[in-house]
């Protein structure tokens, strides 16, 4: 059975930059794409950034477009999300996710970690 934790979240400033892991266990990492996404109190699951199996194609949201970066590792069997200058509106919890392709669709993803709080002041 798939395991999937994140770590790395934190509180930062409005314009600071916070870097999450999530390291996988218990799965073929490299049959997986990989996908982060975040839920906000009282919203949605909401898609983020996507990898490929391969890691040679990405997608992201229109709003972390430009400001984050989704890059996995093999050899760690881990995937990472750099997120720079923050705001408020990125206040959530981020999931890491394992899935057959990239999708917005949360049904779309088959193993989810727990969690980790990202909290931006202003």
């Known amino acids: 059975q798939g395991q999937l934790e994140e770590s790395g979240g934190g509180s930062v400033q409005a314009g600071g930059s916070l870097r999450l892991s999530c390291a996988v266990s218990?799965?073929?990492?490299?049959?997986?794409?990989m996908g982060w996404f975040r839920q906000a109190p009282g919203k949605e699951r909401q898609f983020v950034a996507g990898?490929?199996?391969?890691?040679?194609?990405?997608n992201y949201a229109d709003s972390v477009q430009g400001r984050f970066t989704i890059s996995r590792d093999s050899g760690s069997q881990s995937v990472s999300l750099q997120m720079n200058s923050l705001n408020p509106e990125d206040t959530a919890v981020y999931y890491c996710?394992?899935?057959?392709?990239?999708?917005?669709?949360?049904?779309?993803?088959?193993?989810w970690g727990r969690g980790a709080q990202v909290t931006v002041s202003s």
């Open positions: 990898i490929s199996r391969g890691g040679g194609s990405t």
């Open positions: 218990g799965l073929r990492f490299d049959a997986y794409a």
């Open positions: 996710a394992a899935g057959g392709v990239i999708a917005a669709a949360p049904r779309r993803w088959m193993y």
